[in-house]
Every structure is written in C-alpha cells, then in structure tokens.
C-alpha cells in the first residue's frame, strides 16, 4: 500500500462548480498535511497546510482531514478555468519528520 | 518570505558533458534541501536530500557518480548531471523548508528543464 493514495483523474468539473479531491493516507501518525498545485510544465506551489482535524478554509479552498478515517481533502469552490491543474497531496509521516511525502497527484480539468 | 530561486530554468547541452543547477534559499537558511526529477505527465521523483556540510542521501536507484551534490553553504544546494545522456532529459526541481518547525511544507524552486541532445 502506497503511504499516500490519490486518483491520478483526469476529473473534470464545470465551470462554478464544487471540485473534491481526495487523498488516503497509511501512517496514523501522520502530522501535517498540504496540498501542492502544479502547473503543466511548472513546479508545485504549497496553496493549503492543515494539521487537525476538520475544516480549514482559505479564499476559495477548504481543507478537510479526519485522521480516524486517515483522509484528507480539497474543496475548490466556484471553480475557475485557472484551476485546472494537478492537484498533489502531500504529508509528513510521524517517522520521518523531515521529509515530506507526496502523493501522485489527481489531475483537475474545469470545463467552460 | 520563503523563496527558493533555481537556476537555470532551461538548458540545452550534447551528450557527454555536464550541467550544474543552482537552488539557493533567499531569505532563509536550509540546511537540508530536496532534489526531485519529474518526466511529462508522471509524478514528482525524490533523487537525493542535501545536507549542508555532509554527503547527500540519495534514493534507491539513483546514481551517485551521475548526479552529484553539494551543498557547500546553508544556502546553495548544486545539482551536476554528468555525462549527460538524453535519458537524462527531464525537468529537476529542488525544494527546501524554512526552518520554522517540522509542520511546514516546503518551498519549491521553479525549476530546471534539461534537454540533452
């Protein structure tokens, strides 16, 4: 079992609409976890942390982590063309502090 | 605050020579930065973590003699590819964490895309 799980998509979502992604984890004693946009051609850009567990929210983007069911999540509301994307969960595991461990990443597309 | 500048963002070079990538933290010390490769459309590949002041660890099936690091001060990590071959076209991206605790994610640089040709 990979530590970090992602459906590599493509999921595609209109325009305005609510986008989910989602992201399984194996370490229960996974601290912190972030959610990376990457660009095609482009390196990943940090756009969520989220540490305990329920909603954080920011602009748009909601983060979502219950570490009983060891998920977490991405809500993108209003969703923009901009958005299309891939989408990279990311964690530290309880065992390795200093290194982050990324998942493969669920590809975005908005449709117009 | 955070910025991690690599450089160079492209390069071009014939097979057999050698091509050194820049990361440098800005405005923060780090003595530990990432190197990563990525090929189009697959995922992020971890290739080794540099220390400042000591030997790189590398992942399981990179070689060591082919891509070399240094990390000779907190804020300048290199990365050579030698003997560069077109196998090794790819785009390399280092990153690095502000030393504000283990619950902060790291900061990537932009990025470097080699064409070996």
């Known amino acids: 079992q990979k530590e970090v799980e992602q459906n590599s998509g493509p999921l595609s979502v209109p325009e305005g609409a609510i986008a989910s992604l989602n992201c399984t984890y194996s370490d229960r004693g996974s601290q912190s976890f972030f959610w990376y946009r990457q660009y095609s051609g482009k390196s990943p850009e940090l756009i969520m942390s989220?540490?305990?567990?329920g909603d954080k929210e920011d602009g748009r983007f909601t983060a979502q982590l219950n570490k009983a069911s060891q998920y977490v999540s991405l809500l993108i509301r209003d969703s923009q063309p901009s958005d299309s994307a891939t989408y990279l969960c990311a964690l530290y595991p309880y065992s390795s502090a200093s290194k982050i461990i990324f998942g493969s990443g669920t590809r975005l597309s908005i449709r117009p | 605050g955070a910025v991690v500048s690599q450089h160079p963002s492209w390069v071009i070079c014939k097979s057999g020579t050698s091509v050194k990538i820049e990361c440098r933290s800005l405005?923060?010390?780090?003595?530990?930065m990432f190197w990563y490769r990525q090929f189009p459309k697959q995922s992020l590949m971890l290739m080794a973590t540099s220390n400042e002041g000591s030997k790189a660890t590398y992942e399981q099936g990179v070689e060591k003699d082919k891509f070399l690091i240094n990390h000779a001060s907190l804020t300048l990590s290199t990365l050579t590819v030698t003997s560069a071959h077109p196998e090794d076209s790819s785009f390399y991206i280092c990153?690095?964490?502000?030393?504000?605790?283990?619950?902060?994610?790291?900061?990537f640089g932009s990025g470097t895309r080699l064409t070996v040709v």
């Open positions: 405005d923060f010390q780090a003595t530990t």
């Open positions: 989220i540490y305990s567990n």
């Open positions: 990153s690095a964490r502000p030393p504000t605790g283990p619950l902060f994610g790291y900061t």
